[in-house]
């Protein structure tokens, strides 16, 4: 019933008054969700053409089976990945809504913008992996935002990795040192050997899955997984994450 929902904001607009969570602006219909409709409007989305294999923007002339510079030079493991958008503005402000302020609601309409972008990486995947935290930080986050974004994209989720290293916060990292940092960061050695983790280890060989994270800056991280994955078995790797820094031209990369 549209009236009984449309009272219901308004109700909810004069009481509680709540703000978008990224443009913080008020909400006209704030039982809606979180963020407003000019925030979701204005997410600047990745488009084609892509890099095949990286998913980084191309100049728009590129042609058809197209690879970047840097996929050209040093191919990376993973199969694909793709990412819905680029990390800034209001994408940038949802995320850190979604991930830093704990509004994990986000993560339906986030998903949504995953499952659009990763159409083909998810489609004959046999499972999605949510990057992991190390403990410590789940544990003062509360909530692993990937694996809040993994539970939504209709496949099963496996957590066939850990992260054993805890460096500082990559976001206060350079480019090169989140690459030393993260690089043997994952393992897919569990603690103790348990029967079920020989179960689990068993399920993973030859398989394709989808590693689900939130933003991928320079795709360490994402090749530490990757890396940690091929390692367990697992024959084909993909990754998807909401946002991503693309790589800058390469004459301003750092040598
Ligand atoms: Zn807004
Ligand atoms: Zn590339």
């Known amino acids: 019933m549209p009236f009984l929902r449309t009272a219901a904001n308004s109700l909810v607009r004069t009481l509680l008054a709540p703000d978008c969570a990224a443009c913080r602006a008020p909400l006209v219909r704030p039982l809606d969700g979180a963020v407003c409709p000019l925030c979701w409007q204005s997410v600047s989305r990745l488009t084609d053409p892509l890099c095949d294999l990286c998913g980084d923007p191309l100049p728009p002339d590129a042609a058809p089976f197209r690879l970047c510079r840097a996929c050209l030079g040093d191919p990376p493991r993973f199969e694909a990945a793709r990412s819905a958008g680029a990390y800034t503005g209001a994408l940038k402000a949802i995320i850190h809504a979604f991930k830093y302020d704990g509004r994990r609601t986000l993560a339906v309409p986030l998903a949504a913008l995953l499952r659009e972008a990763g159409a083909t990486l998810l489609a004959d995947a046999d499972a999605v992996v949510p990057v ?9 986050r509360g ?3 990937a694996d809040d974004l993994a539970r939504h994209l209709g496949l099963d989720v496996w957590h066939p990795i850990r992260r054993i290293r805890h ?26 050997m348990l029967d079920w983790d020989r179960v689990r280890a068993a399920r993973l060989q030859n398989r394709a899955v989808v590693l689900v994270d939130d933003v991928m800056t320079t795709g360490a991280t994402i090749d530490g997984c990757t890396r940690a994955l091929l390692d ?4 084909r790797v993909r990754a998807l994450t909401v946002a991503r820094v693309p790589a800058p031209p390469p004459a301003s990369r750092p040598r």
Do not use: I
Request: no cysteine; aromatic share 10%.
């Open 132 to 140: 992991p935290l190390h403990p410590w930080r789940a544990m003062a």
């Open 143 to 145: 909530f692993n935002q």
């Open 167 to 192: 460096g500082p916060p990559q976001a206060r990292l350079g480019r090169r040192e989140r690459q030393t940092n993260v690089a043997h960061a994952f393992t897919h050695r569990p603690l103790f």
């Open 232 to 235: 367990a078995g697992v024959g």
